[in-house]
């Protein structure tokens, strides 16, 4: 696994050897769900299950989205032309970004079937064909950047929701002083259940949220006639004169308009848990439509009733059916909050596996699904960062303020990492090129530029999050560079190492002895020690590494690679996607194919466990050599990792100044 100098164990993925990665748009392949061998009915079920998961965040934007840009755009040109511009404003934002940039285009730059930030990362490594600093500094910025929308996205989606009681019939207000506490311990209870696995509620949450998009549409067509005027807002042509005339506000307004789409990032991220036909035909023909009535009804309630845009997701609901679609509302952000908490317990295991983040305890909550994982750290620190955020804001107004900034740098990040992809890997025409990038590129500065200028009113604190986990990031990956080559430096080449026991065997001691390494070219310091000390060589020595592909999934005919040295020692390489998790013992039974007669209780795993010390003359700064020295000590302990049996671990190791 990349990065596990600390323990000896694991190397960074290789970038020359991985296989070629899918780009087309048939589809993910056999092993995601969705690719071209489902059945029609399992078609219909996935897109189901992708209206639940994939659009959750997107579907609860309505609750606060033009009651935010249109609060903006009174202050500017006012009258009929502030409604119908940004409505129109909102309609076109989903129609580029979201169909034209994700579902369209993005999409198609799969990394066998799955999507996301780091998996485009990985896509664009491998289609420049070496290791690029830009393109990892992007990774590394987008990946940082979506734990702040994690935490963001839970906070304003279950506020929203549980602002509706301020206008609930027959409670009159009474209840507004427990918005904010109501809020907090349904988020709490979420947190809470994690650790049990979702797989037995995720059922529900399709046909949930499938019923909130229909009443979200439902209401919409009802309201569209309050004022039919506003099928005006489907013309680019309002949403560009409310900017002209409004000037720099227009702008500002962008930043509103842009909680239309928060969520957009999620088609792609999900690509391989649902497949891109099912995420599409979701989009399409359900979910677009849905919004786009929704919006429409609340800018012709508007012009209808220029009082209602205090809150006009709220004043659309009838009063007979204000307490459904209260609960409604609140089960639809409870599992858009799910959807995020999940994404980043997926974000977390990638970072984890490309050895951008040091080993985290990562379970598994299902016995049948490989993708149901909970992350304990992930999910304490989502939690205390979604409480204080609603302790600080207190309201879901306040909270736009902080939303933006996290999704509109991901969404640019993606689009400038698609660079690569498309000239290096596509061969595309730089025409073709300038003509598809550019305008995304364009829409995605100003969207983020206009975000930043709430920098004041709260966007600062995402920003501050990334950068902290960049820093991190940065610490861990420069922090095993330097080991590793501390460690090649000081160390004897396996092959030598041979040879001297050659000339002086050593006493044998009976069974087998595997020892993980970064580096298999070097011996292991585990087995330096063992020689130092014990004075033994076992009858048969696996020299084991563990790499990360950079694929999501490597098929079980290429997990393992044997190659044989001399009759006392083999050399073998255990290869997983950067979506799987490592189990080395049922790997190794995989090996009995290949000569290797596995048996766990005649087998011991040496581990080499460097204690490291802190030095401000060489590596890093001191402040960052204590940094690393912390992560690394935090970090999960290989026999749990990589799921080895704790009876049968020796570890040895010594002291190293970094």
């Known amino acids: 696994m990349a990065g596990d100098t600390p323990h000896d164990a694991g190397a960074p993925p290789p970038a020359s050897n991985t296989p070629k990665t899918s780009t087309n748009a048939t589809g993910p392949e056999s092993h995601a769900p969705g690719g071209a061998g489902s059945s029609h009915g399992g078609f219909w079920a996935l897109t189901l299950g992708a209206i639940g998961v994939v659009f959750g965040d997107i579907g609860t934007s309505p609750l606060y989205a033009l009651r935010?840009?249109?609060?903006?755009?009174?202050?500017?040109?006012?009258?009929?032309?502030?409604?119908?511009?940004?409505?129109?404003?909102?309609?076109?934002?989903?129609?580029?970004?979201?169909?034209?940039?994700?579902?369209?285009?993005?999409?198609?730059?799969?990394?066998?079937?799955?999507?996301?930030?780091?998996?485009?990362?990985?896509?664009?490594?491998?289609?420049?064909?070496?290791?690029?600093?830009?393109?990892?500094?992007?990774?590394?910025?987008?990946?940082?950047?979506?734990?702040?929308?994690?935490?963001?996205?839970?906070?304003?989606?279950?506020?929203?929701?549980?602002?509706?009681?301020?206008?609930?019939?027959?409670?009159?207000?009474?209840?507004?002083?427990?918005?904010?506490?109501?809020?907090?311990?349904?988020?709490?209870?979420?947190?809470?259940?994690?650790?049990?696995?979702?797989?037995?509620?995720?059922?529900?949450?399709?046909?949930?949220?499938?019923?909130?998009?229909?009443?979200?549409?439902?209401?919409?067509?009802?309201?569209?006639?309050?004022?039919?005027?506003?099928?005006?807002?489907?013309?680019?042509?309002?949403?560009?004169?409310?900017?002209?005339?409004?000037?720099?506000?227009?702008?500002?307004?962008?930043?509103?308009?842009?909680?239309?789409?928060?969520?957009?990032?999620?088609?792609?991220?999900?690509?391989?848990?649902?497949?891109?036909?099912?995420?599409?035909?979701?989009?399409?023909?359900?979910?677009?439509?849905?919004?786009?009535?929704?919006?429409?009804?609340?800018?012709?309630?508007?012009?209808?009733?220029?009082?209602?845009?205090?809150?006009?997701?709220?004043?659309?609901?009838?009063?007979?059916?204000?307490?459904?679609?209260?609960?409604?509302?609140?089960?639809?952000?409870?599992?858009?909050?799910?959807?995020?908490?999940?994404?980043?317990?997926?974000?977390?295991?990638?970072?984890?596996?490309?050895?951008?983040?040091?080993?985290?305890?990562?379970?598994?909550?299902?016995?049948?699904?490989?993708?149901?994982?909970?992350?304990?750290?992930?999910?304490?620190?989502?939690?205390?960062?979604?409480?204080?955020?609603?302790?600080?804001?207190?309201?879901?107004?306040?909270?736009?303020?902080?939303?933006?900034?996290?999704?509109?740098?991901?969404?640019?990040?993606n689009t400038l990492m698609a660079y690569f992809v498309i000239t290096k890997g596509w061969k595309w025409p730089m025409w073709a090129v300038a003509g598809t990038l550019i305008p995304f590129a364009f829409i995605d500065s100003v969207f983020l530029t206009s975000n930043l200028l709430k920098i004041p009113d709260g966007a600062w604190m995402p920003l501050v999050l990334g950068a902290c986990l960049v820093v991190v990031m940065w610490t861990w990956v420069r922090g095993t560079q330097i080991l590793t080559a501390k460690t090649r430096k000081d160390s004897l080449p396996l092959t030598d190492l041979i040879e001297m026991l050659q000339a002086r065997p050593p006493h044998r001691a009976p069974g087998t002895a595997i020892f993980l390494t970064s580096d298999p070219e070097v011996a292991p310091v585990a087995l330096m020690h063992n020689l130092k000390h014990n004075k033994v060589l076992h009858e048969k020595n696996v020299i084991l590494t563990v790499r990360t592909a950079e694929r999501p999934r490597v098929p079980e005919r290429e997990r393992v690679r044997m190659e044989p040295i001399n009759d006392d020692f083999k050399r073998l390489t255990i290869s997983y996607g950067f979506m799987e998790t490592p189990n080395v013992p049922r790997a190794l039974g995989l090996c009995r194919k290949q000569g290797l007669k596995f048996d766990i209780m005649s087998t011991s795993f040496f581990l080499g466990r460097r204690s490291l010390i802190p030095s401000a003359r060489q590596g890093m700064p001191l402040w960052q050599d204590k940094l690393f020295i912390f992560l690394m000590r935090n970090a999960a302990n290989p026999t749990d990792f990589f799921h080895i049996p704790p009876g049968r671990v020796v570890e040895l190791g010594a002291q190293v100044a970094v």
């Open 68 to 413: 935010e840009a249109i609060d903006h755009a009174r202050d500017g040109v006012g009258g009929d032309l502030a409604v119908v511009g940004v409505v129109s404003l909102a309609f076109w934002a989903l129609m580029v970004v979201v169909t034209f940039k994700y579902v369209f285009f993005l999409m198609r730059a799969d990394n066998k079937g799955e999507g996301g930030t780091l998996s485009l990362m990985a896509l664009a490594q491998f289609a420049v064909g070496r290791r690029s600093a830009w393109i990892f500094i992007l990774g590394v910025c987008g990946a940082a950047l979506f734990y702040g929308d994690g935490i963001i996205t839970p906070a304003i989606s279950v506020l929203s929701a549980v602002e509706g009681l301020q206008d609930a019939p027959g409670i009159g207000g009474g209840l507004d002083p427990f918005i904010v506490p109501i809020s907090a311990g349904i988020l709490i209870a979420l947190f809470l259940v994690q650790s049990r696995g979702t797989a037995g509620l995720a059922k529900f949450f399709g046909p949930i949220t499938a019923l909130w998009f229909l009443c979200l549409g439902a209401l919409g067509l009802f309201h569209i006639f309050d004022d039919i005027s506003i099928l005006r807002a489907l013309s680019p042509h309002y949403g560009v004169q409310l900017l002209l005339n409004d000037g720099f506000l227009g702008f500002v307004i962008l930043g509103s308009v842009f909680l239309a789409v928060t969520g957009a990032e999620a088609l792609y991220a999900d690509m391989g848990h649902f497949g891109k036909a099912p995420i599409r035909m979701g989009w399409l023909g359900f979910v677009l439509p849905c919004l786009t009535l929704n919006y429409l009804g609340q800018g012709a309630l508007i012009l209808d009733n220029p009082g209602a845009s205090e809150n006009p997701f709220w004043n659309m609901v009838p009063q007979v059916a204000y307490w459904p679609m209260l609960i409604l509302a609140t089960a639809a952000t409870v599992i858009a909050s799910q959807a995020v908490i999940t994404g980043a317990f997926s974000v977390t295991q990638q970072a984890v596996q490309l050895g951008l983040l040091p080993r985290i305890d990562i379970r598994n909550t299902s016995e049948t699904q490989a993708g149901q994982i909970f992350v304990p750290a992930v999910n304490s620190f989502l939690m205390v960062g979604v409480l204080v955020l609603l302790v600080v804001f207190q309201s879901s107004h306040n909270l736009t303020a902080a939303y933006g900034v996290a999704v509109t740098g991901t969404m640019l990040v």
